[in-house]
């Protein structure tokens, strides 16, 4: 349907930034919620911030304040700004693309993950 290629993730110390990109690509679709989640070893696959296709947000508790998402549609392209990181963001994040396609079947798409580090 949708393939996605993830990029921005890497080392830092806390209190520390990065910006993670998810770009999206394929024709005959449309694309609708776009989100971040994250994987630390050991735990579950855990949402972290979802954006709808007219701009609705919503963030994890943990993250509120902190992160920020955002899209560009044209570019099928969802971003995922970090601000004050801590070790506890440490995890595989990984974007997920909801897509419908001329046939009105839904799918959902995933990224292949980007490491992100916080060192303390």
């Known amino acids: 349907q949708v393939q996605l290629l993830e990029s921005g993730g890497g080392l830092v110390q806390a209190g520390g930034s990065l910006r993670l990109s998810c770009a999206g690509s394929?024709?005959?679709?449309?694309?609708?919620?776009m989100g971040w989640y994250r994987q630390a070893p050991g735990n579950q696959r855990e949402l972290v911030a979802l954006?709808?296709?007219?701009?609705?947000?919503n963030y994890a508790d943990s993250v509120k304040g902190r992160f920020t998402i955002s899209r560009d549609n044209a570019k099928k392209t969802v971003f995922l700004q970090m601000n004050s990181l801590k070790p506890e963001d440490t995890a595989v994040y990984y974007c997920?693309?909801?897509?419908?396609?001329?046939?009105?079947?839904?799918?959902?798409?995933w990224g292949q993950g980007t490491q992100v580090t916080v060192s303390s």
């Open positions: 997920k693309v909801e897509s419908v396609n001329l046939l009105g079947f839904t799918f959902n798409n």
């Open positions: 394929g024709s005959g679709v449309s694309i609708k919620t």
């Open positions: 954006i709808t296709s007219t701009g609705s947000t």
